[in-house]
Each structure stands twice: as structure tokens, then as C-alpha cells.
């Protein structure tokens, strides 16, 4: 069985979600495509990175990302780095040869993205953007009945990723909040994944219209002296048209009271509806304007093994999964394409281009606050 050497660049949150599923990916994934190995960890310092090393369980540690790139023993570069070095690692590991995941939003801006996009495919390294949560069982299911036709043509859209995590104004002025570090607020950080729902279920973005808030304009500062200035959104809301004629919206904020992680999204077609919360992440309402009159409304399906992925998990639906779980099928979906089991994996850099080029249109439409075109992802810039 083929194996494959994992450096994670960059540990906290997302390094704790991507060595959970490292460390059980052959127990769900099995018989697995190939065995995924923690190797190296590379962390800021040498205190994170023993730190890291030895809760995670990686072979090694590392306080530079280079000598990850340059070792000719790993096979895959895991980018979980604030959004503004992702660039710089990518580039490298691709150069040298290196399969490469990247967390979302890929870069600060478009031009970088399709320079990544461009450069793995040119490469022909296998690419990966951490859009994690399409991934989820429910949401592959709800992509099957689409495709089969069960709700008809679709007609609307409307999506919303929901927290309330950052409405505090004592959260502290980390990169999240500068846009020169992370691009944008809310829109990027979990607006993309809402934008990624879109584009798998519906179809390509063509138009936006848009409007933003910022609430919490100043934090404190890291070093507990005096505040600083907030320059992205806590809110982005914006109306969207797609190239197939349906319609939709769109709602991203981490300053929505009462909400945990409210992210989903209810689809109308011709003939039923589609809705999702990730608050209920096992689960899919469905609607079928075919049943007859007296049994007519949504319908409950329990997550499990009959469904997309659900097989990888537990023997009988309902048991749910959770967000570590959403990462195995990544590293599932990226595992059959270095192996050749399936061309590409779900979510390349190209979907990461996708979704960064929509951000930029409703960035643009909020300041204009007219409808906004939305640049196509396979358009060559200049022509």
C-alpha cells in the first residue's frame, strides 16, 4: 500500500481538526487508498512546535516551512497558515514538486489564487482547497437528488453561514481582522464555504449585489495597550444571479447573536426544496411537491451508510459524524487523487479561484452598491 508523508504547516485550531483526521483516517478510510503519515509539524517557534509535535503525534518538528518544502521525504504540503503566507508556501511546495491542501479562502486576491491555480495545474501536482464542508454527507446527498432531478429545476438559492464567535468587542485585534492579512472578514473566512455551496449545488455565479457592515470597529491590541483599527466586515449580505437564471442570497456574519454555526442553505426547485444546517450536520429536509396532497411537506433523512461518504462512518444512520470526520473525507478525496483512483479531488485551487473572484465582485458591488460582474475562474486576464 502506497504511503504519504504529511508536513502540516502551521498548527492551532485548524492544525488540532487536520492531525485528528490524519491520525484516523485509516480507521474510517478502509481499505485505504494510501497510509497518511504525521511526519513533520512546523510551527512559528520552538515552544509550538515541541508543543505541537507531541500532542499531535508527528515524527518531527519544525520551525521552518522551506526545509518542509525542500525534504525529499515528504510528499504533501498541508498549508494551515494565516491567509497572507498561504501564497508564498504554495508556490514553493508546488515548484518542488510537492501534492499540496491549502485552507480556504486560498489567497488575499484573485491574482494570486489563479497564479496558485495556474502554476499546480501546470505542475500537475494534486491540489486541494480546504472546502471541507461541501464534503459532509447531507450536502453530497443533496447534490445526488439535484442532479437526479427530485426538486426540479432549481429556481433559488439561499444560503447563510451564521456566528456569533466574533461578536464580542473584547476578542482581541488578531489577523482575522486586517485586511492585509487575511483579505476580508466574514466574507472570506465563512462566507467562501457558503459561496462554495453555491457553486457545487447550483452552478457558476454571474452577477452580485452587495452590502457590508463592520460593528466592531476598533479591538484591543495583542499587547493589551490601547486598540486598533478593524478594516474588514462583520457582515456581508448580498443578492446573487446565477449564469443558469436562478436566483439567490447570500448572508456571512460572525456577529449574528444567537447563532453558533449556522451554516446552510434552502434550494426551491420546480418541483420539491432542498434545506441544510450545519447545526444539524447529519440530517437533510427534503420536500417533494410530488407526494400526494395529505403527506405533502419536508421530510427528515438521517445521514448513513446508503448516502455519499456516509459508508466511511458508522453502521447505521443517524450515529452522526462530526467536523474532524468532514476532514477524513477530504483527506479521502485527496488521498484517491495522488493514488489515481479518481482524477482531482472535489475542491481544487480552482474552486479556491472560484470563490475569490465572487468576493472580489461583492467587495466591488458593496462600495458601488450597483450589481457586479463576476470574473470566470477559466477567463485568461487581459482578454
Known amino acids: 500500500m502506497k504511503s504519504l508523508n504529511f508536513a502540516v504547516i502551521g498548527g492551532g485550531f485548524m492544525g488540532k481538526a487536520h492531525s485528528i483526521a490524519l491520525a484516523s483516517f485509516a480507521m474510517y478510510a478502509w481499505p485505504a487508498p494510501a497510509m497518511l503519515n504525521r511526519e513533520l509539524i512546523v510551527e512559528a517557534n520552538d515552544q509550538l512546535a515541541e508543543e505541537s509535535q507531541v500532542r499531535f503525534g508527528y515524527n518531527r518538528k519544525s520551525t521552518s516551512w522551506m526545509e518542509a518544502v525542500e525534504d525529499p521525504t515528504i510528499d504533501v504540503i498541508d498549508v494551515l497558515l494565516p491567509n497572507s503566507m498561504h501564497y508564498d508556501v504554495v508556490l514553493a511546495a508546488v515548484a518542488a514538486g510537492k501534492h499540496v491542501i491549502c485552507e480556504k479562502p486560498l489567497a488575499l486576491d484573485s491574482i494570486t ?114 486598540m486598533g483599527d478593524v478594516d474588514v466586515d462583520d457582515s456581508t449580505s448580498f443578492m446573487l444571479k446565477f449564469n ?48 400526494s396532497s395529505d403527506r405533502q ?38 488521498a484517491q487523487a495522488v493514488t489515481g483512483q479518481i482524477a482531482r479531488p472535489q475542491t481544487t485551487f480552482r474552486d479556491g479561484l472560484k470563490s475569490t473572484l465572487v468576493e472580489e465582485a461583492v467587495i466591488a458591488s458593496a462600495k458601488s452598491n450597483t450589481w457586479t460582474s463576476v470574473e470566470s475562474a477559466d477567463a485568461k486576464r487581459g482578454k
Open 244 to 291: 443558469s437564471g436562478a436566483t439567490g442570497y447570500i448572508d456571512a456574519s460572525w456577529s449574528a447573536p444567537g447563532h453558533k454555526s449556522d451554516a446552510g442553505f434552502e434550494i426551491r426547485g420546480s418541483e420539491g426544496a432542498i434545506s441544510f444546517t450545519w447545526e444539524r450536520m447529519s440530517e437533510l429536509q427534503y420536500y417533494s411537491g410530488k407526494d
Open 113 to 226: 489564487a489563479r497564479a496558485m491555480a495556474d502554476a499546480a495545474e501546470k505542475a500537475g501536482v494534486v491540489n486541494q482547497v480546504g472546502f471541507n464542508w461541501r464534503l459532509t454527507p447531507a450536502v453530497q446527498l443533496a447534490k445526488k437528488l439535484i442532479s437526479e432531478g427530485a426538486i426540479g429545476e432549481i429556481r433559488e438559492f439561499r444560503g447563510k453561514w451564521l456566528g456569533e464567535f466574533f461578536n464580542d468587542p473584547s476578542v482581541p485585534l488578531v489577523w482575522r481582522f486586517k485586511k492585509d492579512q487575511a483579505g476580508s472578514g466574514a466574507l472570506g473566512d465563512i462566507g467562501s464555504h457558503v459561496i462554495d455551496f453555491a457553486h457545487f449545488l447550483v452552478g457558476d455565479i454571474e452577477e452580485v449585489l452587495a452590502i457590508q457592515h463592520t460593528y466592531v470597529d476598533k479591538r484591543p491590541l495583542l499587547s493589551g495597550s490601547g
Open 297 to 334: 411537506g419536508f421530510r427528515t433523512i438521517l445521514v448513513g451508510p446508503p448516502h455519499p461518504y456516509g459508508d466511511l462512518f458508522w453502521p447505521v444512520p443517524g450515529y452522526q459524524i462530526s467536523y474532524s470526520d468532514t476532514k477524513v473525507i477530504q483527506l479521502f478525496d485527496f
